[in-house]
T-cell receptor, first 114, second 112 residues
Framework: AAGVIQSPRHLIKEKRETATLKCYPIPRHDTVYWYQQGPGQDPQFLISFYEKMQSDKGSIPDRFSAQQFSDYHSELNMSSLELGDSALYFC?????????????FGPGTRLTVT | QKEVEQNSGPLSVPEGAIASLNCTYSDRVSQSFFWYRQYSGKSPELIMSIYSNGDKEDGRFTAQLNKASQYVSLLIRDSQPSDSATYLCAVDSGGGADGLTFGKGTHLIIQP
């Protein structure tokens, strides 16, 4: 079965640079979520989109923004990167009515800020 | 502030035994409850979801929910070394496209 696709899988940036992470949800899924997981930490919810509209917002820094496009893929834009932004970034997707909000995670993007 | 609490472990269980993982949550309006398995450096993998009080069984896994006590548990029968991982309890309070609140996870070790 098709899974969530994330790109790139690894990304190295320097402080103050920008980064864009991409997420392609499972086909037919209408909701996308972004999570950040630091070393030894649990995943922290950043933001979600349902049918291309922002649905819920968590602990997303003002330096970050995201959107969902007409083909349901989503991008997380990160500016003025800081060392503390180094983490695994996961995208998850769900199909609201049929899968009762079960979220399926992609393989993640490992971001290293130097 | 929503909170999800888990014993971080490590929880060590002999191969073939039952592993019991527990989780409590603070938000009484929580509606959906999930267990994820995460291997080191990998993404969380959904293994169980539960929405109503009682038990839900799927293969070797049984999830138990008690909303009055704000308590969720996961039982793994006939534990295998491949079950060794971190198990994350996650709670969704509002339904719809809300983000999940995760516990810090329990590190489970199955001893051969």
């Amino acid at each position: 079965a098709a899974g969530v696709i994330q790109s790139p899988r690894h990304l190295i940036k320097e402080k103050r640079e920008t980064a864009t992470l991409k997420c392609y949800p499972i086909p037919r899924h209408d909701t996308v979520y972004w999570y950040q997981q630091g070393p030894g930490q649990d995943p922290q919810f950043l933001i979600s989109f349902y049918e291309k509209m922002q649905s819920d917002k968590g602990s997303i820094p003002d330096r970050f923004s995201a959107q969902q496009f007409s083909d349901y893929h989503s991008e997380l834009n990160m500016s003025s990167l800081e060392l503390g932004d180094s983490a695994l970034y996961f995208c998850a997707s769900s199909l609201q009515k049929e899968t009762l909000y079960e979220q399926y995670f992609g393989p993640g993007t490992r971001l290293t800020v130097t | 502030q929503k909170e999800v609490e888990q014993n971080s472990g490590p929880l060590s269980v002999p191969e073939g035994a039952i592993a019991s993982l527990n989780c409590t949550y603070s938000d009484r309006v929580s509606q959906s409850f999930f267990w994820y398995r995460q291997y080191s450096g990998k993404s969380p993998e959904l293994i169980m979801s539960i929405y109503s009080n009682g038990d839900k069984e799927d293969g070797r896994f049984t999830a138990q929910l008690n909303k009055a006590s704000q308590y969720v548990s996961l039982l793994i029968r006939d534990s295998q070394p491949s079950d060794s991982a971190t198990y994350l309890c996650a709670v969704d309070s509002g339904g719809g496209a809300d983000g999940l609140t995760f516990g810090k996870g329990t590190h489970l070790i199955i001893q051969p």
